[in-house]
């Protein structure tokens, strides 16, 4: 079992940019990966970055350049930076973690960009 806690969505002008956090506690010790994903409405959740726990990172293509995901393993946390941030990047951002064929899901961060 394992336990996702996020923060940091909130408001932004475009141009601005964000930090989410996503500490994992339990059985965090057998996380091989965790991720972002961001779900607009009337749209399918996407993926958005992810790193594994070699540290081995990916992203998507809208993303890339302006996006960081990150880790802290002493707090078992991962992070997104989220820099230019454009009103495309409106979504609710959750984290995920992936014990072996399993996906845990965090509760969700609502990230809303004004133009």
């Known amino acids: 079992q394992v336990q996702l806690v996020e923060s940091g969505g909130g408001l932004v002008q475009a141009g601005g940019s964000l930090r989410l956090s996503c500490a994992a506690s339990g059985n965090s010790f057998s996380i091989n990966a965790m991720g972002w994903f961001r779900q607009a409405p009337g749209k399918q959740r996407e993926l958005v970055a992810g790193?594994?726990?070699?540290?081995?990172?990916n992203y998507a293509d809208s993303v890339k350049g302006r996006f960081t995901i990150s880790r802290d393993n002493a707090k078992n946390t991962v992070y997104l930076q989220m820099n230019s941030l454009k009103p495309e990047d409106t979504a609710v951002y959750y984290c995920?973690?992936?014990?072996?064929?399993?996906?845990?899901w965090g509760q969700g961060t609502q990230v809303t960009v004004s133009s």
């Open positions: 995920d973690a992936r014990i072996l064929q399993t996906m845990y």
């Open positions: 790193i594994t726990s070699g540290g081995s990172t």
